[in-house]
């Protein structure tokens, strides 16, 4: 099997800040690709990147073979259908119900009757375990029901790639676990290629089949599971271990304290 | 030498935000043929619209009240007060209509449509709208954009008639005018090419600046929400001002040479 997305030595930058320097990943077909690293460093960048809705300064995107970069604004759209992102806030829409948010892209995109989308939105819905709230609100719904639920309408085109952003933020551990199976097992059940990016680290080492940890501009290391928990760089041991200080430093950079607060003189 | 690298970034800013708000403009304007989108612009006509109503004929009932108050008093200081039912009816259709129920709608309907799109962005909806291939201007933009347009012309036309028959209210009912006179003149004196024509064209004019305005500080609002709070300010104050300003330059165009 070949690979779903391939970026090849993108460069990205937002006003003078770079965020990416180089940076190359590959997503293969079928599997579950986990990509990590600190709060703020672009992870949800890299899923717009993918997406089209931003354009790498230098460097390729490109999703089943085709370049991402250099797509017409038609030919983008038409591609976007064959993949969905499931947004770190759920995104659902707040005027429509869980049922009209989960048949929403069936309505856009396909001519079928209300009955098919009615019965294809609640098998959707039973694979995430909402079928019993389809006439409820997103402002009725707890944080990890609207993911779920939004899980639901990504899915409902029968998607090629999903992205997950930030898919386990500020979950309760059963809400966890319930996604973190929901992952596995859509992207196996529906041949799924999935690309999750977090900082959950346990989480993630569970279910990924491959990871990437981003930091400091570039990849600082990839590799599975189980060469990622072995792996000598003083990096990726603070990142897996959750170490106060390290290479990553605890201080924003600042002049010295004594410097600044006495001139010196203590 | 900051000063002057300041200007010209504060007017570069500028200009690439007019770019930007011309782009969605068009993007908003040719996205009208969609069958899909009329329901999605009739639900958005209630809701800029119809949902407007209560404050533009209120607003309108009492500023015919006054006006013809404030009218009786000085024509009937030179036996005119005859003349009170064109006075209104021509203030109304030619100024007040179009301005007064323009800067209402700013405040009540596009504050609204500013909050709204810029949640929508702070929430994330536009962005999942993209990545679920829907166009959001498509979506989004062009129906809040087009029921604009529609109402705020009827709107007007509501405001002014409303306007029109407080001022009877109060000129013929309570102050004692002629009922004749003041329909008779104001049927002789209303010209329908010069005063309302031109009246329905102010108001479209002030409808597509305002809902413009509001879409566009929506659609580009810095999405937390001091950005939200800021842009609904905005959509306000800029769209009263660019309401006001050419209010005086079509009245200029439409009356002022003759």
Not at chain 1, 89 to 92: F, Q, R, V
Not at chain 2, 99 to 107: E, K, N, Y
Not at chain 2, 211 to 215: D, G, L, Q
């Given at each position: 099997?070949?690979?779903?997305?391939?970026?090849?030595?993108?460069?990205?930058?937002?006003?003078?800040?770079?965020?990416?320097?180089?940076?190359?990943?590959?997503?293969?077909?079928?599997?579950?690709?986990?990509v990590?690293?600190?709060?703020?460093?672009?992870?949800?960048?890299?899923?717009?990147?993918?997406?089209?809705?931003?354009?790498?300064?230098?460097?390729?995107?490109?999703?089943?073979?085709?370049?991402?970069?250099?797509?017409?604004?038609?030919?983008?759209?038409?591609?976007?259908?064959?993949?969905?992102?499931?947004?770190q806030?759920?995104?659902?829409f707040?005027?429509m119900?869980?049922?009209d948010?989960?048949?929403?892209?069936?309505?856009?995109?396909?001519?079928?009757?209300?009955?098919?989308?009615?019965?294809?939105?609640?098998?959707?819905?039973?694979?995430?375990?909402?079928?019993g709230?389809?006439?409820?609100?997103?402002?009725?719904?707890s944080?990890?029901?609207?993911?779920?639920?939004?899980?639901?309408?990504?899915?409902?085109?029968d998607?090629?790639l999903i992205?997950?952003d930030?898919?386990?933020?500020?979950?309760?551990p059963?809400?966890?676990?319930?996604?973190?199976k929901?992952?596995?097992?859509?992207?196996?059940?529906?041949?799924?290629?999935?690309?999750?990016?977090?900082?959950?680290?346990?989480?993630?080492?569970?279910?990924a089949?491959?990871?990437?940890?981003?930091?400091?501009?570039?990849?600082?290391?990839?590799?599975?599971?189980?060469?990622?928990?072995?792996?000598?760089?003083?990096?990726?041991?603070?990142?897996?271990?959750?170490?106060?200080?390290?290479?990553?430093?605890?201080?924003?950079?600042?002049?010295?304290?004594?410097?600044s607060?006495?001139?010196?003189?203590a | 030498?900051n000063?002057?690298?300041?200007?010209?970034?504060?007017t570069?800013?500028?200009?690439?935000?007019?770019?930007?708000?011309?782009?969605?403009?068009?993007?908003?304007?040719?996205?009208?043929?969609?069958?899909?989108?009329?329901?999605?612009?009739?639900?958005?006509v209630?809701?800029?619209?119809?949902?407007?109503?209560?404050?533009?004929?209120?607003?309108?009932?009492?500023?015919?009240?006054?006006?013809?108050?404030?009218?009786y008093?000085?024509?009937?200081?030179?036996?005119?007060?005859g003349?009170?039912g064109?006075?209104?009816?021509?203030?109304?259709?030619?100024?007040?209509?179009?301005?007064?129920?323009?800067?209402?709608?700013?405040?009540?309907?596009g504050?609204?449509?500013?909050a709204?799109?810029?949640?929508?962005?702070?929430?994330?909806?536009?962005?999942?709208?993209?990545?679920?291939?829907?166009?959001p201007?498509?979506?989004?933009?062009?129906?809040?954009?087009w029921?604009?347009?529609?109402?705020?012309?009827?709107?007007?036309?509501?405001?002014?008639?409303?306007?029109?028959?407080?001022?009877?209210?109060?000129?013929?009912?309570w102050?004692?005018?002629?009922s004749?006179?003041?329909w008779?003149?104001?049927?002789?004196?209303?010209?329908?090419?010069?005063?309302?024509?031109?009246?329905?064209?102010?108001?479209?004019?002030?409808?597509?600046v305002v809902?413009?305005?509001?879409?566009f500080?929506?659609?580009?609002?810095v999405?937390?929400s001091?950005?939200?709070?800021?842009?609904?300010?905005?959509?306000?104050?800029?769209?009263?001002?660019?309401?006001?300003?050419?209010?005086?330059?079509?009245?200029?165009?439409?009356?002022g040479i003759?």
């Open positions: 099997m070949g690979n779903l997305v391939e970026i090849d030595n993108i460069t990205f930058r937002r006003g003078e800040r770079v965020i990416y320097d180089g940076v190359s990943i590959v997503v293969p077909k079928g599997k579950i690709t986990a990590m690293g600190p709060s703020g460093i672009g992870k949800t960048t890299l899923l717009k990147l993918i997406g089209g809705q931003l354009a790498p300064e230098m460097g390729d995107i490109r999703f089943d073979s085709d370049s991402i970069v250099s797509m017409s604004r038609s030919e983008l759209y038409k591609t976007r259908r064959r993949m969905s992102m499931l947004f806030s759920g995104a659902l707040t005027d119900t869980v049922h948010n989960v048949a929403f892209p069936l309505r856009e995109h396909t001519k079928l009757d209300e009955d098919i989308i009615s019965t294809i939105v609640a098998l959707k819905l039973q694979a995430v375990g909402l079928r709230a389809a006439q409820m609100k997103p402002s009725e719904l944080g990890g029901m609207a993911r779920r639920a939004a899980l639901a309408r990504s899915i409902s085109l998607p090629d992205m997950y930030e898919p386990f933020a500020g979950q309760d059963i809400s966890m676990g319930v996604l973190v929901l992952i596995r097992e859509l992207n196996d059940a529906l041949d799924l290629t999935s690309i999750v990016v977090t900082h959950d680290v346990t989480e993630v080492l569970t279910i089949d491959y990871i990437y940890i981003l930091a400091d501009k570039r990849i600082i290391g990839q590799g599975t599971a189980d060469e990622i928990k072995n792996s000598d760089s003083a990096l990726v041991q603070q990142f897996l271990k959750g170490e106060a200080d390290g290479p990553v430093p605890f201080h924003y950079p600042a002049a010295d304290l004594n410097e607060l006495f001139g010196g003189k | 030498m000063f002057f690298q300041q200007v010209g970034a504060n570069l800013a500028r200009l690439t935000s007019i770019g930007r708000a011309a782009l969605m403009l068009f993007g908003a304007i040719f996205a009208m043929p969609s069958l899909k989108n009329i329901p999605l612009t009739i639900r958005q209630y809701v800029v619209g119809v949902q407007s109503l209560l404050i533009i004929v209120v607003s309108g009932l009492f500023i015919g009240m006054v006006m013809a108050l404030q009218g008093t000085i024509l009937v200081g030179y036996g005119a007060e003349s009170l064109p006075m209104v009816a021509l203030s109304l259709l030619r100024e007040l209509g179009p301005v007064v129920t323009a800067l209402l709608f700013a405040g009540r309907a504050s609204a449509l500013t709204e799109i810029g949640l929508m962005k702070a929430t994330e909806q536009l962005s999942s709208l993209e990545m679920m291939a829907v166009d201007l498509r979506r989004v933009v062009a129906p809040r954009f029921a604009g347009l529609f109402s705020m012309p009827a709107l007007a036309m509501i405001f002014s008639a409303v306007g029109i028959l407080g001022g009877h209210l109060v000129g013929v009912d102050l004692g005018v002629d004749g006179s003041y008779s003149l104001m049927q002789s004196t209303v010209e329908l090419q010069k005063d309302v024509i031109n009246g329905v064209l102010k108001s479209l004019v002030f409808a597509l809902t413009w305005i509001a879409i500080k929506g659609y580009d609002s999405p937390t001091e950005g939200i709070s800021k842009a609904t300010t905005e959509t306000v104050v800029f769209s009263s001002l660019a309401v006001l300003g050419l209010d005086f330059v079509l009245t200029a165009l439409m009356f003759e």
